[in-house]
């Protein structure tokens, strides 16, 4: 399902306009949600990924650009995603701390303001075992005073310090702590979410969650959080968002392979604009030249104005090269043969 594909209903979309959020069932596929629970469960831990994995580990990728979760980013931003970052909530039975009530602009101011997060469960969770929660209507309360989460015993306490730049090349820091905004009980929501659904929630919504009070069920869930390409996300570390690539999904849908897609640089820019517009359709065609033959040509090294936005190989070992940017027209005319 490419991203130009709608996966939540209307009904969804104004469930979302008026909370500020809505839970979705089913946006994973049981293998996918094994997959990534197998690759977590092997991958070394060496490296910390911090909130970067989407740049790092091809299943991490995989969720952040899989066509139901940033195609219902596309969908609610109503324009093309890119990933700020993406987190790893893995919440052990008997008491693993939450993370406190918060609006997540508090964490990742941006500007214009069109942060928003896909939050998707990869366990059963509910109330029992520190599910997520939601305060319905928030997003349109503005930002609200917070201050730093105050019980260890239900949630994370902690204080970084952080390089901010605006879009100007201004540069300061800042000291974020973890916040907490107080709210009256009555008004929060314990949700259920089912392991492969998801809650997409904007920026300005207050949600968290608390301790894992269950036995032995671990609460696991991975989160993405998206702005509309061009918004400027001040905190440096997380500043060089990742557009999704629409194309890239479609040859990811293949659960037990996924194929990396190599970027090559042009030798002359054989391409022009389009403008900001997602991609809303996919040509795919046979070329009668051999494979390296070809990538001289699509990348302008010859003396032909022609070029591509992706050259899939044949063989296993040539794989897929990206040529021109999504966000570009690549120049592909002339007699075939
Ligand atoms: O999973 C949780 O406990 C909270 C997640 C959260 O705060 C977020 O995804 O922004």
């Keep these: 399902m490419p991203l130009s594909n709608r996966p939540l209903t209307p009904a969804q ?46 299943r991490y990728r995989y969720l952040a650009a899989h066509p139901a979760v940033a195609g219902g980013a596309q969908q609610l931003l109503q324009g093309p995603p890119a990933v ?112 492969g659904g998801g809650v997409f929630f904007t920026g300005m919504t207050i949600h968290g969650s608390y301790a894992n009070r269950s036995e032995n069920r671990p609460r696991i869930a991975f989160a993405v959080h998206y702005v509309h390409r061009g918004t400027w996300v001040l905190r440096e570390d997380v500043q060089d968002t990742m557009p999704v690539l629409s194309l890239w999904c479609v040859f990811n849908r293949e659960d037990t392979m996924l194929y990396p897609v190599q970027k090559v640089n042009m030798k002359q820019p054989y391409f022009g604009s389009r403008g900001d517009l997602p991609v809303s359709l996919v040509v795919v065609h046979y070329t009668a030249g051999r494979e390296q033959g070809d990538l001289e040509v699509l990348r302008g090294g010859m003396d032909r104005l022609v070029s591509v936005h992706y050259l899939v190989g044949r063989h296993d070992g040539f794989g897929i090269k990206a040529l021109v940017l999504e966000s570009k027209a690549a120049w592909h005319a002339g007699k075939s043969q």
């Design 84 to 195: 700020v970052q993406t987190m790893l909530l893995d919440k052990s039975p008997a008491g693993g701390q939450g993370i406190a009530l918060h609006q997540d602009c508090h964490y990742l101011p941006n500007e214009p303001n069109t942060l928003m997060a896909c939050w998707l469960a990869l366990t059963e969770t509910d109330r029992g075992n520190g599910g997520l929660c939601v305060v319905p209507g928030s997003h349109r309360l503005g930002l609200q005073a917070a201050h730093k989460a105050k019980d260890p015993g239900e949630h994370a306490v902690w204080e970084n310090r952080h390089a901010m730049r605006d879009r100007q090349g201004r540069e300061w820091q800042e000291t974020l702590v973890s916040f907490e905004i107080d709210v009256d009980p009555e008004r929060i929501r314990y949700l259920t979410v089912p392991r």
């Design 13 to 58: 979309v104004r469930y979302y306009e008026e909370f500020g959020y809505v839970a979705v069932e089913g946006l994973l596929a049981e293998e996918e949600v094994a997959a990534f629970l197998r690759h977590e469960a092997e991958r070394p831990k060496d490296t910390p990924y911090n909130l970067h994995g989407h740049c790092l580990d091809e």
